[in-house]
């Protein structure tokens, strides 16, 4: 793997887009793995499989591992357990660990955003999110790669 010069810059993307949303309100283990296991479960995930477990009570950074290349394991930390963090980790179990934060990722996190909010339901605004996020990573000057997989599917339509 090739040093990841725009880490730093993704994390202050998403605290730009997200902070004092509720995409970063901590919610808990269950309600994240929930989450998560909503999108990998749902017909859209073209990823690998995706493994969730709560980290040891001390960790403070959550992170995804790539297993033997079937599958992925997300790890949340409990300080971290937002839909934010779930977006950004399956990102990466999305594109592979080995995309670093670059433009595939960037783009894989977009779609990682708009499949977690329109299945959660959190706020019914999937589509802002998704938008603050872009515009975050455009002021940043973070380019974004051409999406090689199926976009997400916007969810069904809530029935009133």
Known sequence: MTADRDRAQVYAAEIAAFDGTDLEAVVGFD????????VVTGDWWPGSVVKVREMRAD???????CGDGEHTTISIAAPQATIATAAHELAHALVGIDAGHGPRYRCAHLDAVAAITNRTRSTGRGDVHVEQLRAAYAAAGLTIATRDWPPPNPGAAIAL
């Open 31 to 38: 309600a994240v793995a929930a989450a998560i296991d909503d």
């Open 59 to 65: 960790a403070r950074s959550s992170n995804a591992r």
